[in-house]
Structures are given as structure tokens and as C-alpha cells.
């Protein structure tokens, strides 16, 4: 009945530090260590005195042990921290069959875990699509599919990998205008693959483009956007987004991205169209004729016209997200999106897609600083306030629905300004971060990423040291060899941390391997040393990279 006791109080302890982080310094977990220690003993001590618990079958049926070991579990789970990384066009076209996979293994050695595969970009696929071209880019490897390589890649590695789309931007200018450099010989329409395909003179509910209030394009803008309130427009924008769940059902999620409007606030789809259907929905404004421009709305009208815009928005995310959750309720879905402060602009009601389970993890870009031609910018007091006040907004906004990983601009900041912004989001209790992007990191920051990662395993390392084994009296060679291994690991997290930063961290490494190995050896030597507890640190040590 005591050893039943122990092992359930340890367990509880042990799932109050889960849910606290499985932060190695958190007092909830030593107690956690402590009292399963205590019941550990205790069944030793009880299977010595009365000879229970021996035979192995019994063992693995007592229910004491059963939880004993759940403990054990929880307590070598590794680091929940996501690393995550949108893996943009310039890394999939730049290469070829293989250059996917390398790229992958790359960012995985500077410990990246989560994958978004950028599939799609300007109107033009990025994989294996029968409702969107093919970038011509992709075009002369005929067999090869760059999503299936990297999903294939990802898990491999344990790596996450989510499809990332950019629903409603059908047109890249910038991207087009390259194409016709490239292939001469080829015609590339102004309004992009889709649009240019999809004009009002044959469709039954007009031009598939969002356009400006005079009925014009945008002019001063690289995107051109499907018409979000079109329903033919949105069901192909769903279908590219079904299409990729269905036909790679190894994915592990979906995201969003240019799921909102334009930056043209009330011009933009002021078409007789869309007034009809605000209209509808507005019955106040039923009998009143089409005002010529947005401008000429009264306030309240001018409310209501972009509650109606962010209405389409939120109805095509709930849409579709329900319909991807109904074939595979563990998909995560999530969505690149504005800060706060530009929500009602873009037309963006992310909170509410949060709250409600349409979307399950945000990627906001929190960019800083906010001028997209800055490169290497020394990161300031001045970012680091942003920074955080800009995440603090958006948990504010999403009441602590779903998850955070905020968004990182790799480029637009020196190296030690990611690493800063890395540790800023794990201080603020986040579970990881997003950087933008793959085609940005260089062996540089890649570099960098890879020293910290290593620095952060020794801590851990050496918390782990610390916290596994309890150091019994009556055995002094045992306990000045645990102290040295603590001192040890604590020298080598000291010495990365003070390294030069221009220093190859390879031998770094290779001490990490070989401090590991001596440990393991003399574990292997010792015996007496094996607990529960220390097999749970030999699996949390082999994924210490």
C-alpha cells in the first residue's frame, strides 16, 4: 500500500512539472526526482525483505510499477521546445532532386524541429498540384516532387513538416518579372496564372482579382489577391489548400499565410458584387444604392463594410479548417499573421480563429525591425522592448488560446540579435519561436544557432548531473565522481558560453560526445549506480546533441 502511495505521489509531482515546463531547475520537478527516488527504494526494499514483486511477469503487471515507469517517462521526454523555420521558394527551386534534403539536414544540425514547406508561391506550385501550374523553375525535373523529399527528409530527423500556403495571393510581380528574364521565349500575364485565367467576361460571379474601388489593380503593390468574398474564387483557393492534405497525408499540418486583405483598407473589393452580398447581410442597407467610393460611407456604414470584409476571412478559415480537422483531428493548422496592430487593417480577426479551434498554433510576424531592407542591424534596447511588447499584445489578443511562435526576421539582425530574440521568447514562457527564413541562414547564423544549441545542452547537461543521482554517504568514491562529472559539465557549458565567436565549435562538440560516453561507460561499470532514474537520464543524454 506504501509502495502504491510513493509511486502515485511521485507521479502527480511529475505531471505538475510537466504542466510547469519540465523546467530542470523548477523545484517541482526535484521533488518529482526526490519522492520517485523514495518509492524506487522503497519497492527495492520491499522485494529484497519479502521477495515480492520478482518475477517479471507480476512486475510488469503491478500497477506500482506501471506508474513508476510513467514517471520515468515523463522525466526523459526532451526539451519541448519547437524550433520552427519556414523553408522558403529560393531554398526548394535553387538546387534540385537532393538539395531539399540537404538543406533540411542543415537546418536540423542548428536545431531546427519544425519544417514550413513553402508550397506555393505567386500562383505557381511547389509540388505536385492538378489545380495549380508548376513553377517553371521546377519544370526540368520532370519525376521530382520537392514536398514529398522534404517531408520524407523532416521525419527522418523527428523534424515536424507543414505545408505553407499563400491562400488568397495568386500573383507575384517581382517573381513574374524574373520568369520572363529567365524563359524569353514564354508569355507570363500581367495578373498571374490564376487571375489572368479567371476574368469576369467568364465567370458567373465576376472577375475572380480584388480589385480597387474604380475597378483597377493595385498598382503600388507586389501581390495581386483573389477576391476573398467570391465564391468561386475561395472554393479554388480551399481546393489548393485540400488538395495538399489529401494528396501528402504524412504532413503533419497545414498553415495559412496572405490570409487576410491587402494593405488598401475600404477600396479594396468595393465591386457591385460584393455590395449586393453586404447588402444581404446588412439589411439596414438593402434599399440604399451603391455608394461611388468608400469614402462617401457614413461611420457606422463604413463599420459595417469591414466587419463584413473580416466576416469572409473568418468564414472561409472556419471552412476549411473544419473540413481539414474532419479527416484528421490531430492536424496542426496554423497561420503566419500580422501583430495586433495591424489586424484591422489586413482584416485579420486571428484572436477569434484561436478561440474557436480553427487555427491551433500562430506564427505572427513580429519582425523587428519593422524596415524590410535593414540587413544585420545591431539589436537594440529599443527592439528588444518591441519585441516583447508585440508578443505581450498578441497573448492579450488570444487570451492564451493555441500556440505562439513568434516570428523572427534572421536577416534584418545581426546573429547575436536572433539568438537574443530566441531567449527573450523563452524567458516570456513561450514554447519556441519561427525564423524567417531558410534561403536568409547562412553558415553564419547557422553557425551561431549551432554553438547555442550546444551551449544550451551542456546546462542541461549538467542540471540533468545534478539532479539525477542522490549521493549516498556511505560511498565516497561514488560521490566525488558525481561531483566531477557535475564540475565537468559545468566547465564545459562555462567555456562554450565564453568561446570566441569566431572559434569552430567542432571540438566543443566532440567533448559533449566524449564526456557522454564516459558517463555511459562508467554507468556500464557500475551497476550498483542503475536506477530507474539513471535510465531515464541515459535516453534523455543520447538525444542531447
Known amino acids: 500500500e506504501r509502495l502504491r502511495l510513493e509511486t502515485k505521489a511521485a507521479l502527480r509531482w511529475a505531471k505538475k512539472a510537466q504542466r510547469a515546463g519540465n523546467d530542470e531547475h523548477s523545484d517541482e520537478l526535484d521533488d518529482a526526482f526526490k519522492r520517485g527516488e523514495e518509492a524506487y527504494k522503497y519497492s527495492k526494499k520491499v522485494e529484497k525483505k519479502h521477495g515480492l514483486l520478482v518475477d517479471e511477469k507480476s512486475l510488469a503487471q503491478s500497477d506500482a510499477r506501471r506508474s513508476y515507469g510513467e514517471v520515468a517517462q515523463l522525466l526523459s521526454e ?12 529560393r531554398s526548394i527551386v535553387s ?5 531539399v534534403r540537404e538543406k533540411i539536414e542543415e537546418l536540423n544540425k542548428a536545431g531546427i524541429n519544425q519544417i514550413y514547406f513553402e508550397s506555393d508561391n505567386g500562383g505557381y506550385a511547389l509540388h505536385n498540384s492538378t489545380v495549380l501550374k508548376k513553377n517553371p523553375d521546377l519544370e526540368k525535373w520532370n519525376d521530382w516532387d520537392p514536398l514529398q523529399e522534404a517531408i520524407d527528409a523532416a521525419h527522418a530527423r523527428g523534424m515536424k513538416i507543414e505545408a505553407w500556403s499563400k491562400a488568397f495571393a495568386v500573383c507575384n510581380r517581382v517573381l513574374d518579372d524574373q520568369f520572363r528574364q529567365k524563359y524569353p521565349d514564354r508569355k507570363f500575364p500581367a495578373e498571374g496564372p490564376v487571375l489572368s485565367e479567371h476574368k469576369a467576361i467568364n465567370e458567373n460571379y465576376g472577375d475572380w482579382a480584388l480589385r480597387m474601388a474604380d475597378g483597377s489593380l493595385p498598382q503600388r503593390t507586389t501581390d495581386l489577391f483573389i477576391d476573398p468574398a467570391n465564391p468561386k474564387a475561395r472554393e479554388f483557393a480551399q481546393n489548393v489548400i485540400l488538395e495538399l492534405s489529401q494528396n501528402y497525408r504524412d504532413l503533419d499540418g497545414f498553415q ?7 494593405f ?3 477600396q ?12 444581404t447581410r446588412f439589411q439596414r442597407y438593402s434599399e440604399m444604392q451603391k455608394p461611388d467610393h468608400p469614402s462617401k460611407m457614413s461611420g457606422q456604414m463604413l463599420r459595417d463594410w469591414n466587419e463584413w470584409k473580416v466576416s469572409q476571412i473568418d468564414c472561409f478559415v472556419q471552412d476549411t479548417s473544419t473540413k481539414l480537422l474532419l479527416k484528421n483531428p490531430n492536424f496542426d ?9 495591424l489586424k484591422q487593417t489586413v482584416r485579420q480577426e486571428w484572436g477569434r480563429w484561436l478561440k474557436n479551434g480553427w487555427v491551433k498554433t500562430l506564427n505572427p510576424m513580429t519582425y523587428v525591425p519593422h524596415d524590410v531592407h ?16 508585440d508578443i505581450r499584445e498578441i497573448q492579450k489578443e488570444s487570451g492564451g488560446a493555441g500556440k505562439l511562435l513568434p516570428g523572427i526576421a534572421v536577416a534584418r539582425v545581426n546573429p547575436g540579435g536572433v539568438i537574443k530574440q530566441i531567449e527573450i521568447a523563452q524567458r516570456m514562457g513561450l514554447p519556441g519561436e519561427t525564423l524567417f527564413a531558410s534561403s536568409v541562414l547562412d553558415s553564419g547564423r547557422l553557425k551561431e544557432l549551432e ?12 542540471s540533468l548531473l545534478s539532479s539525477v543521482w542522490s549521493v549516498p554517504e556511505k560511498d565516497p568514491s561514488s560521490r566525488l565522481q558525481h561531483q566531477r562529472f557535475i564540475r565537468d559539465a559545468k566547465n564545459l557549458a562555462r567555456c562554450l558560453a565564453d568561446r570566441n565567436q569566431e572559434k569552430d565549435d567542432g571540438d566543443a562538440r566532440q567533448q559533449l560526445e566524449a564526456f557522454k560516453s564516459e558517463i555511459n561507460f562508467w554507468l556500464d561499470q557500475n551497476p550498483h549506480e542503475k536506477t530507474a532514474w539513471t535510465d531515464a537520464f541515459r535516453k534523455r543524454l543520447s538525444k542531447i546533441r
Not at 333 to 341: E, L, R
Open 451 to 462: 554553438a547555442y544549441n550546444a551551449k544550451t545542452a551542456f546546462s542541461e547537461f549538467a
Open 333 to 341: 493548422i496554423s497561420a503566419a499573421v500580422y501583430p495586433s496592430d
Open 78 to 89: 526532451e526539451s519541448k521546445e519547437i524550433r520552427a523555420c519556414w523553408l522558403d521558394r
Open 256 to 262: 495559412y499565410d496572405y490570409i487576410r486583405y491587402p
Open 95 to 99: 538546387g534540385g532532386p537532393g538539395k
Open 264 to 266: 488598401h483598407n475600404e
Open 268 to 279: 479594396m473589393g468595393f465591386t457591385e458584387n460584393n455590395w449586393k452580398q453586404f447588402q
Open 374 to 389: 535593414s540587413k544585420n542591424a545591431e539589436f537594440t534596447s529599443e527592439f528588444a522592448n518591441k519585441f516583447r511588447s
